[in-house]
DNA sequence: ATTTTAACTTTGAATTTCAAAGTACTTTAA
DNA sequence: TTAAAGTACTTTGAAATTCAAAGTTAAAAT
């Protein structure tokens, strides 16, 4: 077992971690919010969420709000433990 | 400014985040002792440090220890002041 | 009616990551 | 003493990831 075992791979991007962030402290986050809070290109983005998304770390849920699409993302009960995990990784890691 | 800024891209990949933790708290560390810390393939590690080199965040020294090379790594006054850069900026952004 | 804006998705090129294989010795064992 | 095994890396190139440009579809503004 070495130092970093607990660093989890899903998270190890900047803007993975800024979403999952995002969605610990707010039940939910539209693409447009996220978008803007991490300065992300759409594809970019996109292909993060998707990411995330395939590691069932977040749910995401499309809908019309009026007549525009709309696609907001949370975090799933998996992705808020593995991401509390992985900041107790980092914290031990760096703590010392 | 977004919520990521300060999140400093070189660290965002766990050994290499793991390199640097190991190197704030150890003033020298070598080849051999980063792999087995990091449990990293040795084309791998190499990678890193060298990302890490590029960078000017870490110094690579070549010697040899009897008859055997050694290469060893030490951070730089930079790396150190970027690292904790980057650790400020992570905990601001998961620190709620 | 036409242009602009919004909210994404698709695409594929560029970059990064990774481990297998290679290099250049040194050490051990026969 | 010479062959085999180990050490300490480096090189290579395939695979995976990252990224933004361009595309799509529809709404809003002019």
Redesign the interface.
């Known amino acids: 077992m ?4 607990n ?1 989890n ?1 899903a998270f ?4 993975r ?2 979403i999952m ?2 969605l ?2 707010n039940d939910y986050a539209d693409f447009k919010m996220l978008k ?4 992300a290109t759409d594809g970019n983005l996109a292909s993060h969420t998707k990411a995330l998304e395939k590691e069932e770390y977040i749910l995401v849920e499309k809908q019309f709000i009026g007549r525009k699409p709309n696609t907001r993302y949370s975090a799933t009960k998996l992705g808020k433990l593995q991401f509390k995990k992985h ?1 107790d990784a ?1 914290e031990k ?2 703590g ?1």
Chains 1, 2 share one sequence.
């Open positions: 070495s130092l970093i075992d660093i791979k190890d991007h900047r803007i971690l800024g962030s995002i610990m402290v803007e809070l991490l300065g900041i980092l890691l760096i010392k």
